[in-house]
């Protein structure tokens, strides 16, 4: 099984859930129980998360400071509501003036949206791990639901 995973405004990166090392899954467990606000373990993460129906979004957090709003759709025919979601915020977003969001083509993917990245900037070494950790936290829902 695959997923998208959509960077608003920039890259899109192919995964497969297969991938995930079981001791991954384990690791993430928690956020397979819906709505929960959580420490990133190892990391200066805590992660929010809110499922509703079918669509889930979460937020990465540094702080109380949101560092990025991430947007889960697991069936397509939730594609075009988690886009309007996604997209919602970004117009909000003055940085992502004249950005697009490029289409999904899978019917599960994640669409990420920076919203404060002042927020990371004292982790820089920990940024490209955010990512990751996204994809794993998608995958937590994906098995909660």
């Known amino acids: 099984m695959k997923v998208e995973h ?27 129980g819906g709505s929960i606000t959580a420490p990133i373990l190892k990391t200066p993460f805590t992660c929010k998360v809110t499922v509703a129906s079918n669509i889930a979004i979460f937020d990465m957090m540094v702080g109380d400071d949101i560092l990025t ?18 997209k919602q915020l970004a ?12 289409t999904p083509t899978l019917g599960m993917f994640i669409i990420t949206v920076l919203v404060n990245p002042f927020a990371g900037i004292f982790y820089t070494g920990e940024m490209g791990l955010a990512g990751e950790i996204e994809f794993y936290i998608y995958d937590a829902i994906r098995r909660g639901l």
């Open 6 to 32: 959509i960077t608003y405004g920039g890259d899109v990166a192919i995964r497969k859930i297969s991938d995930i090392y079981p001791e991954t899954v384990e690791h993430f467990k928690a956020f397979q």
């Open 91 to 102: 117009k909000q977003l003055p940085y992502y003036k004249n950005k697009l969001l490029i």
């Open 69 to 86: 709003s991430n947007f889960c759709c697991f069936f397509r025919e939730d594609s075009e509501a988690v886009q309007l979601y996604a």
